[in-house]
Antibody
Framework: EVQLVESGGGLVQPGGSLRLSCAASGFTFSSYSMHWVRQAPGKGLEYVSAISSNGRSTYYGNSVKGRFTISRDNSKNTLYLQMGSLRAEDMAVYYC???????????WGQGTLVTVSS | DIQMTQSPSTLSASVGDRVTITCRASQSIGSWLAWYQQKPGKAPKLLIYKASSLESGVPSRFSGSGSGTEFTLTISSLQPDDFATYYCQQYSYYYTFGQGTKLEIK
C-alpha cells in the first residue's frame, strides 16, 4: 500500500524557515517524480513544486520561486521542502503527492499545517 | 503559465440531479487534464485523468470529457457522498489547478 506521511509543519515567524518532510513507503520511491501542493485555510489548491525521480530536475511555482527548495533522498525514501523567507501567505496545509504513470497525482499524504505568524 | 478557470464556483443541487462543471484552459493542453474531489479536512482524491479516463474504484456516475481548452466533469445522478469541492488540474506544462467548484446540497 502506497503511503505518504508529511511532517515538519508548525508555527514559524514571518521571515523564518522550516523544512517539511514526506516519508514514502509501499512503492519504489526512486522511480517516481514527487510533488508538493498547498492549500491556504479556506482556499483552493495551489501547486508548489516538483522534483524528478533522480532529483536532477526541479520546478517551482512563481509564488515560491527563490524561497523554497525541493529535494529528495532516495536512500531514505524521503521528500523534502525547505521553506525560507516565509510570509503570511505561505500559511497552508502542505501535501506531498506522487504522480501515476500518466503524471496525474494519484497518491497524496494527509498534509502538514504550516502557520506563519508573529 | 497556463491558467485554469472553473465554473461555476458554487453549485447547488439535489440528490439525483445531473450536474456539470466546466474547466477552461488559457491555452491548449490536449487531454492532459485531471479532476479531483476534496472533502473538508481531507486530501484531494483523483477521479478522472487524461480528460476522460475514470480512475480505478471511482463510481461510473462520474465522467469527464473535452480536449484542447474546454473540459467538463459530469455527475450523472448525485449521491449524498458527492457533495464536496471539485478541482480541475492541467498537467500539459507542469501543473495548474482551477480555483475549485463547491457542490452544495440544495
Amino acid at each position: 500500500e502506497v503511503q505518504l506521511v508529511e511532517s515538519g509543519g508548525g508555527l514559524v515567524q514571518p521571515g523564518g524557515s522550516l523544512r517539511l518532510s514526506c516519508a514514502a513507503s509501499g512503492f519504489t520511491f526512486s522511480s517516481y517524480s514527487m510533488h508538493w501542493v498547498r492549500q491556504a485555510p479556506g482556499k483552493g489548491l495551489e501547486y508548489v513544486s516538483a522534483i524528478s525521480s533522480n532529483g536532477r530536475s526541479t520546478y517551482y511555482g512563481n509564488s515560491v520561486k527563490g524561497r523554497f527548495t525541493i529535494s529528495r533522498d532516495n536512500s531514505k525514501n524521503t521528500l523534502y521542502l525547505q521553506m525560507g523567507s516565509l510570509r503570511a501567505e505561505d500559511m497552508a496545509v502542505y501535501y506531498c503527492a506522487r504522480e501515476d504513470a500518466g503524471r496525474e497525482l494519484l497518491y497524496w499524504g494527509q498534509g502538514t499545517l504550516v502557520t506563519v505568524s508573529s | 503559465d497556463i491558467q485554469m478557470t472553473q465554473s461555476p464556483s458554487t453549485l447547488s443541487a439535489s440528490v439525483g440531479d445531473r450536474v456539470t462543471i466546466t474547466c477552461r484552459a488559457s491555452q491548449s493542453i490536449g487531454s492532459w487534464l485531471a479532476w479531483y474531489q476534496q472533502k473538508p479536512g481531507k486530501a484531494p482524491k483523483l477521479l478522472i485523468y487524461k480528460a476522460s479516463s475514470l480512475e480505478s474504484g471511482v463510481p461510473s456516475r462520474f465522467s469527464g470529457s473535452g480536449s484542447g481548452t474546454e473540459f467538463t466533469l459530469t455527475i450523472s445522478s448525485l449521491q449524498p457522498d458527492d457533495f464536496a469541492t471539485y478541482y480541475c488540474q492541467q498537467y500539459s506544462y507542469y501543473y495548474t489547478f482551477g480555483q475549485g467548484t463547491k457542490l452544495e446540497i440544495k
